[in-house]
């Protein structure tokens, strides 16, 4: 059965600092990896994919790494602002059509 | 201009009542998606249809109950609810050769 361990579970930090959120997974057998924004009261929002064969991904003040073999993700968060705050989410994906989430990252910056 | 709309938003009712939800999208998209996030934040896939037809069907008490009437519309009827059925439930959907999932707002189920 996989499992997705997201860690910590809650992060706190003043507007301006660069920030790692880490998801781990238990089957390496993965189809991609893929990180996720939820605000409270609303669905989630796709901010990155990684294939299993890349190493990372980037957008904007994002990066994303993938180590397949050592199962874990980290999520960089450079510069970070109050409009950051909010919950993230990590979902390994097998078989290109189910996902497994985790449990989340609530992060709040603070101004 | 919404993609992926659920409704109600909000579903206050009583143990053992039959409820359902309803979700469209209108992206064209061929996979819908029923998902329930618990008080922990676990988000969990409970079902999926491609095309109006069931290929995923996780652990789920069988007073779940999908209905894929088109590709746009995936509902969901929950017969005798339980304290245990409280929690967000969403919607999301995929197109054919997408790789990531558009997720509708939730809907709040809360059952007394």
């Known amino acids: 059965k996989q499992e997705v361990t997201q860690i910590p579970a809650a992060l706190s930090v003043p507007e301006g600092e660069n920030l790692v959120l880490n998801c781990s997974f238990t089957?390496?057998?993965?189809?991609?990896l893929q990180w996720f924004r939820q605000d409270p009261g609303k669905g989630l929002t796709s901010l990155l994919l990684?294939?299993?064969?890349?190493r990372e991904q980037t957008s904007g003040r994002l990066n994303a790494s993938l180590d397949k073999s050592s199962g874990r993700s980290t999520l960089y968060i450079a510069a970070s602002q109050p409009g950051d705050s909010a919950t993230y989410l990590c979902?390994?994906?097998?078989?290109?059509?189910?996902?497994?989430f985790g449990s989340g990252t609530k992060l709040n910056v603070k101004p | 201009d919404t993609a992926v709309s659920q409704t109600p938003k909000y579903l206050v009712t009583q143990m053992g009542n039959d409820k359902s939800i309803k979700c469209e999208q209108n992206?064209?998209?061929?996979?819908m998606y029923w998902y329930k996030q618990d008080s922990k934040k676990f988000l969990k896939i409970m079902f999926s249809?491609?095309?109006?037809?069931?290929?995923i069907n996780e652990t789920v008490p069988n007073r779940f109950s999908p209905k894929s009437p088109d590709k746009a519309h995936l509902n969901l009827h929950i017969n005798s609810l339980e304290l245990g059925d409280s929690a967000v439930y969403f919607c999301?959907?995929?197109?054919?050769?997408?790789?990531?999932?558009?997720f509708g707002p939730g809907t709040r189920l809360l059952v007394l």
């Open positions: 999301a959907s995929r197109g054919l050769s997408q790789e990531t999932q558009y």
């Open positions: 089957d390496s057998a993965i189809y991609n």
């Open positions: 979902a390994v994906v097998y078989n290109f059509n189910k996902f497994y």
């Open positions: 992206l064209g998209h061929d996979t």
């Open positions: 990684i294939q299993s064969s890349q």
């Open positions: 249809y491609n095309n109006k037809e069931l290929i």
